[in-house]
């Protein structure tokens, strides 16, 4: 059975830092690109980062370049979203996603506030 | 970036109506697109892959087409569990962008 689990998630200042987790079982993770998606509180889905099975290309949406850092460790079958300089529009529900095969996880909430 | 623009932002429809959602690229992207169901408090599921292809275990009144800019995904008969948010990804590019989203709400 294929699972997808964030974690990770929580309440954090504005300019603070968080690490999200992605831990996958049930596929072969090392062949698939992965990506987070997040969904801000009553807002549509945002694509936010991916990386290539072999970590060597990541790619990066505009908004979070040069904060947000995507990685994974395909020995751990796991996917981990580094986010510095966290702002308040980055509040948001974050999702991994396998895109190719539609697995997605339940999501974790982020939320940045003073 | 390509931008993908939905349409109609909501829907309001009765069950047994045919519904048609539109997706605009502003640049083409072949068949490089899926549409997404999603229900309060849940991930989103895909119901069409490239354009036209159904998701295996998605119900045929569901339907896509389109190639390049004009993307549409059809509902043939609403159900009542079909009233949520549905969502259009382009992925021909980076970054991948999603349409606006539809409510599709119940008259």
Partial sequence: EVQVVESGGGLVQPGGSLRLSCAASGFTFSTYYISWVRQAPGKGLEWVANIKPDGSEKNYVDSVKGRFTISRDNAKNSLSLQMNSLRAEDTAVYYCFVRSEDYWGQGTLVTVSS | DIQMTQSPSSLSASVGDRVTITCRASQGIRNDLGWYQQKPGK??????????????????????SGFGTEFT????????????TYYCLQHNSYPNTFGQGTKLEIK
């Fill in chain 2, 43 to 64: 991930a989103p599921k895909r119901l069409i892959y490239v354009a036209s292809s159904l998701q295996s275990g998605v119900p045929s009144r569901f339907s896509g």
């Fill in chain 2, 73 to 84: 995904l059809t509902i043939s008969s609403l159900q009542p569990e079909d009233f949520a």
